[in-house]
């Protein structure tokens, strides 16, 4: 489509294009995919904590303080058992030491509430009460439901940058050199500003209740950039320029 002086440095500007227009796209792929699986895997770690803690028999005690919380200077066997099935269920997912890599009772903190951090604690004294197991296992239950849905998001996420990779790829490969007639200038800026258009609709519709942004900033932080589409889109628009 271009004129060049070279064919060997038209295929290598094009093959470099490429590389480097879809090198945003590649790794997000990447990305989103390594997050898919270690979501799966701790949404599955945690459905497994829910039937481990459901199969716990309660202590049954006269409360004398909290409505929650009973107490005894013995401790609890039940919330050893419940500690035992977190550190075997969700502490043993492949990711957990290099994702996490904080001690039980810190884990459970935050994953499930300090309050049932604190009950866990050994030197708590709190005992497995019927008003404790059910906190625990509403929580689990949460811990669940928020992966599910984040996965959901994350599979939707690589549906729509595998579209639009496939809509660059077919821009790329009507590409000979840097420069594009004059007459197909305009066809190529709309294009490529429906890609942009497509990308935007997703995040402002396809991520349930994640803002877009924040959603982008969570999956893609990591790296120089945020949004890779946009990324990839303005890589290609100063690279090419229009022959006139």
Same mark, same amino acid.
């Given at each position: ?119 866990? *604690? ?9 008003? &404790?197991? #059910? %906190?625990?296992? =509403?929580? !689990?239950? /949460? ?78 932080? *990591? ?9 990839? &889109?303005? #890589? %290609?628009?100063? =690279?090419? !320029?229009? /022959?006139?």
């Amino acid at each position: 489509m271009a004129a060049v002086s070279d064919p060997d440095d038209s295929l290598l500007f094009v093959d470099s294009l490429r590389e480097y227009v879809l090198e945003p796209l590649i790794a997000a792929e990447s990305m989103a995919a390594r997050e898919h699986t270690e979501l799966t895997a701790e949404r599955d770690a945690f459905a497994a904590l829910r039937e481990r803690v459901e199969a716990v028999e309660p202590v049954q005690t006269v409360t004398t303080q909290s409505p929650s919380w009973s107490m005894s200077s013995s401790g609890s066997t039940a919330c050893a058992e419940v500690r035992t099935a977190y550190r075997e269920t969700v502490m043993t997912v492949d990711h957990y030491d290099e994702v996490y890599d904080e001690p039980l009772l810190q884990n459970v903190t935050a994953e499930l509430s300090p309050d049932i951090g604190g009950a866990l *604690d050994p030197e708590s004294g709190v005992q497995f009460s019927p008003q &404790v197991k #059910r %906190l625990v296992l =509403a929580s !689990v239950e /949460d811990c669940v439901e928020r992966r599910t849905a984040l996965c959901e998001v994350v599979e939707r996420e690589l549906d729509a940058l595998a579209d639009q990779k496939r809509a660059l790829i077919d821009l790329l490969d009507e590409l000979d050199g840097c420069t594009i007639p004059e007459w197909y200038g305009e066809s190529f800026d709309a294009e490529l500003t429906a890609v942009m258009s497509a990308r935007q609709r997703h995040l402002q519709h396809g991520l349930q209740q994640f803002e877009g942004t924040e959603f982008c900033s969570y999956l893609y932080g *990591d790296e120089g950039w945020t949004h890779p589409v946009l990324t990839a &889109v303005a #890589r %290609l628009r100063e =690279a090419v !320029v229009t /022959d006139e």
